[in-house]
């Protein structure tokens, strides 16, 4: 009897834990206005949206940014908002804030947080030591507009506890890179394609490539020019061809037309008894 009073007392208090727990709000914002910079917002969603094609054929590989993570249960002010961040493991479905409890306890992978020398302590002391402490594996840094990195593009790969920078490579053609063994993408630092001569040497952009084809990742926008343009130089060498077969059309037809010509003659020299091969 007892232990049967015990286990009904045990399994009430789980109910009214369980209820306790239900009943805690988890805010999806903070309230306040989004208030960063072009550069800023502009990477964001470059990197959210070109990883999320990137992985869009995986049913587990979520991809998402600047949304709230709470990674303990019962805790609203255990969260955290990474800029852009990969989870592997868990739907890809979209989601209005992220409960790792409710997510098999999966937290991202990969962070990529868009830094500047407003954020600069934020970025390079709190976020890593907390990151590193949740197992988050890989750590990158990017400074659109070169306020205070230098190079641009910082990562790291955890290793005991402990971020460990992953090496910035240069390219054949003097490219920075680092790749990313978690995404097996490399993110590269390009020169701006509206870079002059003789002018202050612009903030390098940040791109992710994929080793295995060289090809840069597109965003659908990227994606839309790339197709159209491929279609425009389909249909002008269609019309190449077109132009090349008419111009032998009428080629042929001038042979035709002469062959017609030498045939009459012929035929008038030899009613005129006039071989035509002497003449």
Known sequence: MIKEHCAALGNAMTQDTRLALDSIIYPESDGQPMTESDATRDYLLYCVEVLQLYFQSRQNVYVSGNLFIYYQEGNPQAVIAPDVFVVFGVSHRKRRSYKTWQEHGK????????????TRRQDEVEKPQLYA??????YFQYDPTADYLNPQL?????????????????????????????????????????????????PKELRFYDPQTGLKLLTRQEAEQVR???????????????????????????????QQKAERLAERLRKMGIDPDEV
Do not use: C, M, W
């Open 107 to 118: 937290l991202p992978s990969f962070i990529l947080e868009i830094t500047s020398f407003s």
């Open 133 to 138: 402490s949740l197992g988050v594996e890989e």
């Open 154 to 202: 910082k990562g790291f790969h955890l290793v005991n506890g402990q971020y460990v920078p992953l090496p910035l490579e240069i390219s054949s053609d003097g490219t920075q890179y680092i790749h990313s063994p978690v995404l097996g993408l490399d993110l590269q630092l390009q020169t701006p394609v509206q870079q002059g001569l003789g002018v202050v040497p612009l």
């Open 228 to 258: 159209e343009q491929i279609e425009q130089e389909r249909d002008l060498a269609q019309q190449e061809r077109d132009l090349a077969q008419q111009e032998r059309d009428l080629a042929q037809q001038e042979r035709d037309l002469a």
